[in-house]
T-cell receptor, first 113, second 119 residues
Framework: EAQVTQNPRYLITVTGKKLTVTCSQNMNHEYMSWYRQDPGLGLRQIYYSMNVEVTDKGDVPEGYKVSRKEKRNFPLILESPSPNQTSLYFC????????????FGEGSRLTVL | AQSVAQPEDQVNVAEGNPLTVKCTYSVSGNPYLFWYVQYPNRGLQFLLKYITGDNLVKGSYGFEAEFNKSQTSFHLKKPSALVSDSALYFCAVRDMGKAYGGSQGNLIFGKGTKLSVKP
């Protein structure tokens, strides 16, 4: 089954404790992206990647890091989480040549205390 | 800069009645427009898109959207709403400012409209 898998789905952590949210897709997609969803703000892009070893900042990259060492994986790293990073996070992927249809993961709800 | 607006935070409809979820856009050049749906505790799912051609686009689950260039709108419609259509709906436009060699560009999402269909 074609899917984008995120882990963990739910996480409560404390300020400053490094964490990683993993994202993996099994569709051989070149393009992957991370979004955060906040009430009243919709989806905002954090980082994206056009292919292996190619990443770029989205609209709200501060406090986040990403890596793309393999085509299928695109982890989101919070080196020192803060309460304003409490949010619902989505990973998405698509073929590079597609006309915009993104495949989304189920989401990861992060709470930073 | 490209942008998309969903003027209604919430739309309430009775089951069986037609529904419309509004979206307006601002882009330079020809727009690539999309609708996505998010059911509770799920990720977003693609519904339909407009790239070029017929202004009326048909998509999944009986939804359709009408592209209106003069009004810069791309409203989502369904002739007869179902309770199971209750969800959060997002309009999106491709950010042509981040296109790569003419191919993939990122999507800019609206803030979402919550659709509530009552029996």
């Amino acid at each position: 089954e074609a899917q984008v898998t995120q882990n963990p789905r739910y996480l409560i952590t404390v300020t400053g404790k490094k964490l990683t949210v993993t994202c993996s897709q099994n569709m051989n997609h070149e393009y992957m992206s991370w979004y955060r969803q906040d009430p009243g703000l919709g989806l905002r892009q954090i980082y994206y990647s056009m292919n292996v070893e190619v990443t770029d900042k989205g609209d709200v990259p501060e406090g986040y890091k990403v890596s793309r060492k393999e085509k299928r994986n695109f982890p989101l790293i919070l080196e020192s989480p803060s309460p304003n990073q409490t949010s619902l996070y989505f990973c998405a992927s698509s073929f590079r040549g597609s006309t915009g249809e993104l495949f989304f993961g189920e989401g990861s709800r992060l709470t930073v205390l | 800069a490209q942008s998309v607006a969903q003027p209604e935070d919430q739309v309430n409809v009775a089951e069986g009645n037609p529904l419309t979820v509004k979206c307006t856009y601002s882009v330079s050049g020809n727009p690539y427009l999309f609708w996505y749906v998010q059911y509770p505790n799920r990720g977003l799912q693609f519904l339909l898109k407009y790239i070029t051609g017929d202004n009326l686009v048909k998509g999944s689950y009986g939804f359709e959207a009408e592209f209106n260039k003069s009004q810069t709108s791309f409203h989502l419609k369904k002739p007869s709403a179902l309770v199971s259509d209750s969800a959060l709906y997002f309009c999106a436009v491709r950010d042509m400012g981040k296109a790569y060699g003419g191919s993939q560009g990122n999507l800019i999402f609206g803030k979402g409209t919550k659709l509530s269909v009552k029996p």
